[in-house]
C-alpha cells in the first residue's frame, strides 16, 4: 500500500505540473518571439551552478540531439547528481535500475531488461565482466563521468546499438573544456545496519581527483582523473527453499537460508584524455581509461531444512516433523514449529577481482566540404571470482548430532518473510563442528562434502575500427550532409569454472560409513581459524560461529577433490570461448530544411551488417560412470542484415514546441552465454536398444549452448513531443511501439550426438536424441508511454527563487515472456526480465546562496529480477514493487578565503527499502529478503 500511494503522488505531481505549465505556456508563446533574443542574452549572462547546472546541460543536450534520447550531466568536475551512474539513469523515463548487494548495479530500459541495452564509452563499445553484453555500471566511477546519453532511436553512424537502447557514457574533453582546472573529493560512508559479521566493516571512504589543463596556445588539450572507493555493504538475507504442499491441501515452508552477508568494495579508476588540435581542420585525441575492483564477501548463517527434511533422513537421523498445533490462514500455514532439524551451518567466503580497460584513438580531418574520421579502440575484462562454501553442524549426516525445533511465524510481504525461533547454540564451539550435515553429495562420492569451491573466470575483449568519410552539402534543399563508412570489430569472450568438492583431509583415509557409504567424521573447529560470529538476531536465530574455511585450506584441514572426476552438484567445470567478428558498412544522410513555417532536421540512413559467429567448448558427459569424457567442438554461423533508420525533428514556428519521429529496423545479439558450443549430456545405458520411435526414449539426452543463435529483431516506431519554456524547464511526452520479429527461449531440440563419445554406449541403435537449447522463436510486442517535466518554481511563484522540481513516469505493456529470454519452455508466464510496468522517478531541489537541498524518490512496480545462482547461472524471481528515497544537503563557498570549498552531506535509500521476491505469482510466498539499511555519506570538495 506504501508504494501504491507514492506511485499515485508522482503521477498527481506530473499531472499538476503538467497543468501549471499549460496556464503559463500561452503567456510565454505570445512573448517569444518578440523576447526571445533579449531573453536569451540575458540568460548568458547568468552563471548557473550546481544541480540546476546538470539539469540545464542535460536538457540542452536532449534538445540539440536529432535523435530521440535522455541525458544527464554532471553538476561540475567529479561531480555527478548521484554517487553512481545507475543510479541517475534510473532517474530517467523509461529506465529502472536493479540494486545487486545494495548497488545499483543494471539498468532496465522500456521495460526490457540488461540483456537489451549496449552500453559505449565515448561511442565505443564495452566489453563485460559478465557472462553477457550488459556491463556492470558500479566498474565505471561516476567521479570520472561527465554526461550520459541514452539513444532510445537508433541512427545509421552509430554502429554500436541495443534493442531497447544504447547507453553512452561520455568523459570530459579537455580542449572542449577551455579552461585549467584542479579539483579533489573526499567522502566518508557508514551504513546504518551495522556489523553484520564481526571481522567486517561497517564504515567506508571514496576519494577523487582531477587535472584538466591546455598548453601550446590551446592546440593541447590534457585531463587526468582518478577514483578510489572502499565501500562495505551489511546484508541481511533470507531465500525460503519453497512451499510444498500437504496432503490436507495447505502450503508450507520448506526450508530457509538465513544469511548475515558482509562486503567490501574496492574500486580504483583511472581516466585520461590528450586533446591536439594543431590546425583548424585537424583535430586528434586519445583517450584511456582503467578500473581495478576488488569484492571480498563475508556469507554466514543457517540453512534449515523443514518440510522437506521431513522423510529425507539418512540412517538413524530421525526425520523434521511439523508439530501439531500450527495456525493457518487460507491455504498457507503462518505459524508453526518442526522438530528433528538439523541445520545446516554455512560459514562461506568469496571475493572478486576485475580489471576493465579502454583505450581509443580519433583523428579527424576536414578539407573543404569533405571530412574524414578514423576511429580505434580496445576494450578488455577480465574477472576471477572465487566462491568458497564451508558447511557446519551438529554432527555427519546420519550420526547423532543434536536436532532442533524450529518455530516460525509469518510477518509479512514487506518484512523479511518469517521470524523463527531457536533451542540449539550455533554459536558454541563445543556444539558445532566441520561436518556435512545432510549428505548433501548424495553418496555419489566416496567422500563427505563439507564444502564447494569454484573459481569462474572470464576473458573478454574487443577491437574495434571505424572510418567515415562526410560530405556537407550547402545548396541543395533538405540535404545537408551524407556520411558513409565502415565499421569492424572483433570480440571474443572466454569462459572457464574449475571447480572442487570441499572435505576433511581426514576423511581421505577414514574409514567408509555403513551407513551413508562415505567417509563422513565431523572435526573440531580450530580456535585459530575463528574469528568471532555472524548476527542472525534480526531473523530469530541469535549468533552463528564464524571462521575462515580459506585458512582452513592453506593449513591441511581441508583438502579439495575436483569435480571433474565426480557429477553430483557440480556443472561440469565449463569452459567455452565465443568469436563475433562483425563488419558494419553504412551511409547516413542527415536533412535540414523548412515545410512552410516549420523547420526539419534528422537523419535517414542504412546499415548492412555481416556478422561472423562461432564458439569453441566440450561436450562432457554429466553420467558418473562417464566422468572426465570430453569431446571438443567448434560451431557457428554466418549471416547479414539490412537496417533502415530514420530520425526527423520538426521545430515549429514557436522553436521551444518540437516533434520527433523515429522509425527503425532494430537488433540485439543473444547472450554470449547463450552461444557458447558447450554440450553437458548424458547416455542411459537402460535405452541403449532403443530401435526408433518416439525419441523421448531415446538413451541420448542433454542441454547446452546454441552457436547458432540469431539476433532479436523489432521493427520499432517512436513519437515525441518537448516543449522547452526555460532552460531549466521543459515538458515531454513521448510513445512507442516494437513489434519483435523473433525471441529467444529454451526448447527441446532433436540432436545427432555423432562423434560425442561414452563410457558405455554398447548396444545404442541411434546417435539421435533430444537436446535443451536456447532457439529462435515467434517474437511479440512492445510499446510504452513516457513523460518528463522540470520546472523551476520561480516561474509559479517568484518567492519560490531557488526552488525546483523534475520528474518521469513510464508506463510499459508487453507479451514478452521469461521463456523470451532462454528461461522455461517459452510458455512461462513470467514476464520479460526487468519488465516494470510504471516506472516513476521526481526530484524537489533548492538551490540558492550556496546553498543546496534535494530528495530524489524512483519508484518501479513488480519486475522480475534476475541474479547470479550457482555455478554462476542465472536465476529469476518475482520482485514486489520498490521505492528509493535519496536525499542530499550541501553548501558552496562562493567567495571569501573558503571559495571553491562545498561540502555535502547524502542519505541513500533514506526509508530503509528491501529487496523483496516471492513465489509463484503469489506475493504471501516469500523467496528471497535483502535489507541493506540506509548508506549515509559526508564530504566535501575542492576546485581551483
Not at 560409513?513 to 568471532?532: E, K, N, Y
Not at 535405452?687 to 543463435?709: D, H, Q, R
Not at 527441446?748 to 563419445?757: K, L, M
Not at 537449447?773 to 513523460?787: D, K, R, S
Request: hydrophobic share 35%; net charge negative; proline share 4%.
Amino acid at each position: 500500500m506504501r508504494n501504491t500511494k507514492i506511485s499515485l503522488a508522482a503521477r498527481l505531481a506530473l499531472g499538476v505540473s503538467a497543468a501549471v505549465l499549460m496556464m503559463h505556456g500561452s503567456a510565454l508563446a505570445q512573448n517569444a518571439p518578440a523576447d526571445a533574443a533579449a531573453a536569451n542574452d540575458d540568460m548568458q549572462e547568468i552563471v548557473v551552478s550546481g544541480f540546476r547546472h546538470s539539469l540545464e546541460t542535460a536538457i540542452e543536450a536532449k534538445r540539440d540531439a536529432s535523435q530521440i534520447v535522455e541525458a544527464i550531466s554532471a553538476e561540475d568536475i567529479g561531480k555527478l547528481p548521484d554517487n553512481s551512474i545507475a543510479e541517475s539513469l534510473a532517474r530517467l523515463p523509461g529506465l529502472a535500475a536493479q540494486r545487486v548487494d545494495g548497488r545499483a548495479q543494471v539498468i532496465s530500459l522500456r521495460g526490457l531488461g540488461p540483456d537489451f541495452t549496449l552500453t559505449t564509452l565515448n561511442g565505443r563499445e564495452q566489453v563485460s565482466t559478465g557472462n553477457n553484453r550488459s556491463v556492470e555500471y558500479d566498474l565505471y566511477p561516476s567521479e570520472i563521468i561527465s554526461s550520459a546519453v541514452v539513444y532510445k532511436t537508433p541512427q545509421a553512424g552509430f554502429t554500436a546499438q541495443g534493442l531497447a537502447g544504447t547507453v553512452d557514457l561520455q568523459t570530459v574533453r579537455p580542449l572542449d573544456y577551455g579552461k585549467q582546472v584542479l579539483s579533489a573529493s573526499a567522502r566518508y560512508e557508514q551504513t546504518s545496519i551495522g556489523k553484520l559479521n564481526s571481522d567486517s566493516e561497517d564504515k567506508g571512504y571514496r576519494a577523487s581527483a582531477t587535472y584538466i589543463d591546455q598548453f601550446a596556445h590551446d592546440t593541447l588539450g590534457v585531463s587526468l582523473s582518478i577514483a578510489h572507493l572502499n565501500s562495505p555493504t551489511q546484508q541481511e538475507t533470507s531465500r525460503v527453499w519453497g512451499y510444498p504442499q500437504l496432503s490436507n491441501g495447505s502450503y508450507v515452508i520448506g526450508g530457509d537460508e538465513v544469511r548475515a552477508n558482509s562486503e567490501e568494495f574496492n574500486r580504483t579508476g583511472i581516466m585520461s584524455t590528450v586533446q591536439y588540435k594543431p590546425t583548424d581542420n585537424f583535430t586528434t585525441s586519445l583517450d584511456f581509461f582503467y578500473t581495478h575492483y576488488q569484492d571480498y564477501q563475508w556469507q554466514r548463517g543457517v540453512e534449515m531444512p523443514l518440510q522437506w527434511g521431513n522423510g529425507s533422513a539418512i540412517g538413524a537421523q530421525p526425520p523434521v516433523a511439523l508439530l501439531p498445533g500450527y495456525t493457518t490462514v487460507g491455504n498457507m500455514i503462518t505459524s508453526g514449529a518442526f522438530s528433528g532439524v538439523k541445520a545446516v551451518g554455512r560459514s562461506d567466503e568469496g571475493s572478486t577481482q576485475s580489471d576493465l580497460y579502454s583505450i581509443g584513438w580519433n583523428g579527424r580531418y576536414t578539407k573543404g566540404d569533405w571530412t574524414g574520421t578514423l576511429d580505434a579502440g580496445y576494450s578488455l575484462a577480465d574477472r576471477t571470482t572465487t566462491r568458497f562454501e564451508s558447511y557446519f553442524g551438529t554432527g555427519s549426516s546420519g550420526s547423532s548430532g543434536a536436532t532442533d525445533t524450529i518455530g516460525f511465524t509469518n510477518v509479512g510481504t514487506n518484512e523479511a518473510g518469517y521470524q523463527y525461533t531457536h533451542n540449539l547454540n550455533y554459536a558454541d564451539p563445543n556444539l558445532i563442528k566441520l561436518t556435512d550435515p545432510n549428505n548433501w553429495n548424495g553418496g555419489t562420492t566416496p567422500y563427505a562434502q563439507n564444502g564447494y569451491l569454484n573459481k569462474p573466470r572470464v576473458h573478454d575483449d574487443l577491437y574495434s575500427l571505424k572510418g567515415d568519410l562526410k560530405k556537407d552539402f550547402h545548396e541543395v534543399a533538405f540535404l545537408k550532409d551524407v556520411d558513409i563508412g565502415v565499421n569492424y570489430t572483433e570480440r571474443n569472450k572466454e569462459y572457464y569454472q574449475p571447480e572442487w568438492y570441499v572435505t576433511l583431509t581426514s576423511n581421505l583415509t577414514a574409514p567408509v560409513d555403513p551407513l551413508t557409504g562415505v567417509r563422513g567424521a565431523s572435526a573440531a573447529i580450530p580456535s585459530w581459524a575463528m574469528v568471532g560470529t555472524a548476527d542472525l538476531s534480526w531473523i530469530g536465530l541469535g549468533n552463528t560461529v564464524a571462521y575462515n574455511p580459506v585458512e582452513l585450506l592453506s593449513r591441511g584441514v581441508y583438502s579439495l577433490v575436483p569435480c571433474g572426476q565426480y557429477r553430483a552438484n557440480c556443472t561440469g567445470d565449463s569452459h567455452y570461448t565465443v568469436d563475433e567478428k562483425v563488419t558494419t558498412a553504412f551511409v547516413k544522410a542527415d536533412v535540414d530544411g523548412n515545410l512552410g513555417s516549420v523547420k526539419v532536421t534528422g537523419n535517414v540512413g542504412l546499415q548492412l551488417v555481416h556478422t561472423d559467429q562461432s564458439s569453441t567448448g566440450i561436450a562432457v558427459s554429466t553420467a558418473n560412470s562417464a566422468a572426465g569424457v570430453y569431446a571438443p567442438r567448434t560451431q557457428g554461423i554466418a549471416y547479414n542484415d539490412l537496417l533502415p533508420s530514420l530520425n526527423l525533428s520538426f521545430v515549429l514556428p514557436n522553436p521551444d514546441h518540437q516533434i520527433r519521429l523515429g522509425a527503425a529496423r532494430e537488433m540485439m545479439r543473444a547472450r554470449m552465454d547463450q552461444m557458447q558450443a558447450n554440450l553437458a549430456y548424458s547416455f542411459d545405458s537402460s535405452k541403449a536398444g532403443y530401435t526408433g520411435g518416439n525419441l523421448n526414449n531415446s538413451p541420448w539426452s542433454g542441454n547446452g549452448g546454441n552457436p547458432y543463435l540469431k539476433p532479436w529483431y523489432a521493427d520499432a516506431v517512436d513519437l515525441s513531443y518537448e516543449y522547452y519554456f526555460n532552460r531549466a524547464g521543459y515538458l515531454s511526452l513521448a510513445a512507442f511501439y516494437k513489434h519483435l520479429e523473433n525471441n529467444i527461449y529454451n526448447k527441446s531440440t532433436v540432436t545427432d550426438f555423432t562423434g560425442v563419445t561414452s563410457n558405455s554406449t554398447a548396444g545404442s541403435s541411434t546417435n539421435l536424441g533430444y537436446v535443451t537449447v536456447p532457439v529462435n522463436g515467434t517474437g511479440g510486442m512492445i510499446e510504452g508511454v513516457e513523460a518528463a517535466f522540470a520546472v523551476p518554481l520561480d516561474m509559479v511563484w517568484s518567492k519560490l527563487e531557488g526552488f525546483g522540481i523534475n520528474g518521469a513516469a513510464g508506463w510499459t505493456e508487453t507479451d514478452l515472456q521469461a521463456g523470451s529470454q532462454g528461461v522455461g519452455s517459452g510458455n512461462s508466464s513470467l514476464p520479460v526480465a526487468g519488465y516494470s510496468k510504471w516506472t516513476e522517478q521526481g526530484t524537489l531541489y533548492y538551490e540558492n546562496h550556496g546553498f543546496g537541498a534535494r530528495v530524489s524518490v524512483t519508484h518501479r512496480s513488480g519486475y522480475l529480477s534476475e541474479q547470479t545462482g550457482f555455478g554462476q547461472g542465472r536465476e529469476f524471481d518475482l520482485a514486489v514493487p520498490e521505492t528509493l528515497v535519496d536525499a542530499q544537503v550541501s553548501y558552496d563557498f562562493g567567495e571569501g578565503a573558503l571559495k571553491g570549498l562545498s561540502i555535502v552531506l547524502q542519505a541513500q535509500n533514506l526509508t530503509d527499502e528491501p529487496v523483496i521476491t516471492y513465489y509463484n505469482g503469489d506475493t504471501t510466498q516469500n523467496w528471497r529478503y535483502e535489507k541493506y539499511g540506509v548508506r549515509y555519506l559526508l564530504g566535501a570538495s575542492y576546485k581551483y
